[in-house]
């Protein structure tokens, strides 16, 4: 079976777009969303609308958690304030309730689904080193685990040492940011994982970034939330 995983779309609507044409041609059996559909960018109901049509299962990220409850907002910084009440404004009530019913993780037989970490993932912890992935690996129980939230692609052993996808070992694998990569590469960033040769591909191309950056200006949000798309942080 080949899993196609996405995450952070931060309402990047081009960017989305490209990914799920990408995703079409790749031959996918299912798609799951890790969260934060909103956020940032400037097209929150046209993404939802089209991860509701495109995915099998979807997560709750932080960000959608704020655009729902403002007080969650209180701890964003200054830009990702200000970007989550315009989506609290913008989201159409039938959204609204979608971003409510989502779940914080996902299980099925081979692998862990779950947005910011397996560890408290109502807590949004981050995974940026071996030594942040080493504290999760006890609070999950499948072969691999996939998340996003820091929106930089990396794989993870729980070995510390290996760095290619190997039977019979765990990983942490994070699949990057479909809508603000931040590893200076402004292309969009998902995974697909085969679960027959157990093999994983990160797949980064780029979109029509100027597009959502106009978006962004005309909507009236923050110009630093556009300008950022272009360098990848």
């Not at 779950?114 to 609070?139: C, K, L, M």
């Not at 070992?169 to 479909?178: A, E, K, T």
Request: aromatic share 12%; net charge negative.
């Amino acid at each position: 079976m080949r899993v196609a995983i996405i995450s952070d779309i931060h309402a990047n609507l081009e960017a989305l777009d490209k990914a799920l044409e990408i995703i079409a041609q790749k031959n996918i059996d299912e798609l799951i969303c890790l969260g934060d559909l909103v956020g940032y960018g400037a097209s929150p109901n046209e993404c939802i609308d089209l991860v509701k049509r495109h995915t099998n299962g979807v997560l709750l990220g932080n960000h959608d958690q704020a655009a729902i409850d403002l007080k969650q907002a209180d701890y964003f910084n200054t830009y990702a304030r200000q970007a989550a009440y315009w989506t609290n404004a913008a989201l159409t009530e039938e959204h609204t309730q979608y971003l409510r019913s989502l779940p914080y993780t996902h299980v099925d037989t081979e692998f862990t689904f779950v947005h910011s970490s397996p560890y408290e993932p109502e807590e949004w912890h981050y995974v940026f080193t071996i030594r942040d992935a080493s504290q999760n690996f006890g609070h999950f129980k499948t072969a691999v685990c996939f998340i996003g939230h820091s929106h930089v692609p990396g794989i993870f052993c729980e070995d510390q040492r290996t760095k290619e996808i190997k039977k019979g070992l765990r990983y942490l694998i994070n699949v990057g940011s479909i809508g603000q990569p931040r590893d200076g590469d402004w292309r969009l960033s998902f995974g697909i994982f085969d679960s027959d040769s157990w093999s994983f591909e990160t797949v980064r191309s780029e979109y029509d970034v100027d597009s959502a950056a106009d978006k962004i200006v005309q909507a009236g949000l923050p110009r630093f939330l556009a300008e950022r798309l272009y360098n990848g942080v």
